[in-house]
Every structure is written in structure tokens, then in C-alpha cells.
């Protein structure tokens, strides 16, 4: 089901002053992420297509088309995975349509390597790197928050170390650490999911955005989480 929020150039432009202490290409990233979490796909859709617009080279386009699916995919992990394929549709018809005439954007993003082939790393390596990040966001915090992870069921725990953290956050090959976090935090707005909203927050700050950055990314995913009538 599609989102029944109207939104307008106006609000795009409104969302662009409200974070502009966010880089051009990371604000697109955190509002798409926002509008796929509450489910608005017409919001993902209206953003990714405002940004290609403003995008000449065909390389540029296809890192920041790169860089979306990355993210949606990473958000898999707050989001869920309906919400998801539901924003990935969108930005899958737009790839489709830009450029017609020649399939520039889609062809290239056909030749695209995957990054999480089995090949690529082992289940410790997985492990690792996945440990690696979660002690970075949760700090002196993150044996604790991993122990209470355990005691409330241990095949959680190892899920999130070494499928949420290892297999698809800590993957940097077209998004950063630090604006996963951004992106983490607009998915967890609509969530209504306050101490790991707080969580991510704070982990943000580890990871190196400003906390002009991160109140940038709290307000814009407030605006894109917000219902208008038609």
C-alpha cells in the first residue's frame, strides 16, 4: 500500500532548509530513510528523483542510486524488510526511467559487484567486523548492551553482532559508518522506539557527526514522518 501524505516540491525544499547542516547527498540519504520507514514511498520516490535532477555525470548518478540501495538495504535491519522492498521499487522504476534512451544508470548498476558474497568473508571475519562497529556505537556501554542481548535470548545477540552489525552495517563500500548512524536515526523516528533512538544518537556522535548533524537528522525525519492531507 502506498503512503497517502501528499507531499510537495515545497516541502522537499522546506526539508532542505531544516537540515542544512547535512550535506546534499547524506540529507537525501537520511529522508529517503525516514520515508521508507514510515512507509511513504511516494516521499522516497519525489527525493531520489529531485536529487538525480540536480546530478549531471552518469557516474554521479550511479553512486548516489548505489549509495540509496545500500542504505535502504542496511535499514532492513530497523525498518524491515516489507518497507524496504517497497522503497527499493520505487528507486528500482526511477533507475528504470532515467536515461530511457540509453539504460545508462541500469546497465551500470548491472555490472554492480556484490559486496556480501560468502566468498568475499568467513562467519568469524563476519563476526569481527560486526563487533568492531558495535563497540564503536555503543562505547564503554557495549559489553553490557550485548550481555543484556544475551540474556534476552542468545541467538539475538549473535543475529545482531554477526548479521545486523557484520553482514550489512558495517559494510563501507558506498556508505560510511557515521552516516549509517544518520540514516539509522531517521529510521528509528517513526518507530516511536525512544532508548534506541537515544542509542543511535549518541552513537552518531562516536562515529563523528557534529550534533548539528545529528538534530538535523532528527528534524528532517520528523518533517518527512509527517502526515499532510490530500
Known amino acids: 500500500m502506498d503512503d497517502c501524505g501528499a507531499v510537495s516540491r515545497e516541502d522537499l525544499e522546506r526539508w532542505d532548509a531544516e537540515a542544512h547542516d547535512l550535506d546534499v547527498t547524506t540529507r537525501s540519504l537520511v529522508a ?12 522516497v520516490s519525489l527525493v531520489v528523483q529531485r536529487h538525480l535532477e540536480k546530478l549531471h555525470e552518469l557516474s554521479d548518478k550511479v553512486r548516489f542510486i548505489r549509495q540509496t540501495r545500500e542504505a535502504l ?7 524491515g524488510t516489507p518497507k524496504a522492498i517497497n522503497a527499493l521499487s520505487k528507486v528500482s522504476r526511477i533507475t528504470a526511467e ?37 563497540d564503536a556505537v555503543y562505547g564503554k556501554h557495549a559489553d553490557r548492551v550485548e ?11 549473535e543475529v545482531i553482532m554477526v548479521d545486523s552489525y557484520g553482514r550489512l552495517l558495517s559494510e563501507s563500500a558506498y556508505l560510511c559508518a557515521r552516516d549509517t548512524e544518520l540514516c539509522a536515526i531517521a529510521s528509528l523516528v ?8 537515544k542509542s ?13 548533524m545529528i538534530q538535523a537528522a532528527l528534524r528532517l525525519a520528523k518533517l518527512v514522518c509527517t502526515r499532510r492531507p490530500l
Open 32 to 43: 529517503i530513510s525516514a520515508g521508507a520507514s514510515a512507509n511513504r514511498p511516494r516521499s
Open 73 to 79: 538495504l542496511k535499514m532492513t535491519s530497523i525498518m
Open 98 to 134: 532515467s536515461d530511457s534512451s540509453s539504460g545508462a544508470i541500469a546497465a551500470e548498476l548491472s555490472r554492480t559487484p556484490l559486496l556480501r558474497t560468502p566468498g568475499n568473508y568467513t562467519h568469524e571475519q563476519m563476526r569481527l567486523r560486526g563487533k568492531e562497529l558495535f
Open 147 to 157: 550481555h543484556r542481548l544475551r540474556e534476552l535470548y542468545p541467538e539475538l545477540a
Open 190 to 197: 517513526p518507530q516511536n522506539v525512544p532508548v534506541q533512538l
Open 200 to 212: 543511535h544518537c549518541i552513537g552518531a556522535s562516536r562515529l563523528g557527526a557534529s550534533d548539528a
